[in-house]
């Protein structure tokens, strides 16, 4: 029983599918007017330099996906990935892939980020092809492209990472009048009124009387009312 039961371990951790690989393959730099250049790689073999993509240009990868035991499964993931060295910005390209492995991939100039292009510029090309599982997936250097550049270079990204202090200068709390200031300007305001009052009352002493009777009577007579 214990021997069945470490075979069945062994038959689960054992690998799903083989590693991936490729054969066939090529790349293509053409235009409307046909094709310019044409270049071939493999797993052993990137490209033998340096291939310049014009601004009307097409690369067309093409290469026939197989397994290492010679298999036709399809791989849930295939694309080429194109990436800057010198920054390590990178964009991905998924391929269109058949069901005999043929597969292809069609990168138009117009379709690289801005953010990659720059005055001479090599661009490094990768293949990658996986799957779900445990088998390992392949990655293969391609080599590098050029793209023609004409224009301003991006600027270089921001980057997570330690930035100036920032100084936060708060307001002071708000200050009050303090209870002795009040004090004297309250008693300052009720004395002012009483001299106010005096001096009228010492220069217009009839107008006074007369206001006050008059208030006294109108008192007087809302009270009967």
């Known amino acids: ?7 069945a371990a062994a038959g689960l951790a054992a690998p799903l599918v083989s590693a991936w690989t490729f054969k066939d393959a090529s790349l293509s730099i053409t235009e409307k007017a046909g094709t310019l250049q044409t270049e071939s ?5 990137k490209l033998a330099e340096a291939v310049s993509l014009p601004i009307t240009a097409t690369a067309r990868f093409r290469f026939v996906i197989e397994s290492e035991e010679g298999g036709r499964s399809i791989p849930h993931q295939t694309y080429i990935q194109i990436s800057d060295p010198s920054t390590g910005l990178e964009t991905s390209f998924p391929a269109d892939v058949r069901d005999n492995g043929r597969s292809r991939v069609d990168i138009e100039y117009k379709l690289i980020p801005k953010a990659l292009l720059g005055p001479d510029k090599p661009l490094l090309c990768k293949l990658i092809i996986g799957s779900f599982g445990t088998e390992e ?9 050029v793209p023609q550049f004409k224009g301003e270079p991006s600027p270089s990204p ?8 920032i100084i936060h200068i708060f307001k002071s ?3 009050y009048i303090s209870e002795s200031v009040a004090s004297i300007v309250s ?4 004395a002012l009124g009483v001299l106010l009052l005096g001096v009228v009352s010492i220069r217009y002493p009839d107008n006074l ?4 009777a008059t208030n ?7 009270i009967w009312a």
């Open 137 to 145: 997936s392949l990655i293969a250097e391609i080599g590098t492209i």
């Open 187 to 190: 008693f300052s305001v009720v």
């Open 41 to 45: 790689f493999s797993t052993s073999k």
């Open 209 to 212: 009387i007369c206001c006050v």
């Open 158 to 165: 921001l980057r997570f990472g330690p930035r100036p202090e």
């Open 173 to 175: 709390d708000p200050r």
């Open 1 to 7: 029983m214990r021997f069945f039961q470490l075979l």
């Open 216 to 222: 006294n009577h109108l008192l007087s007579g809302s």
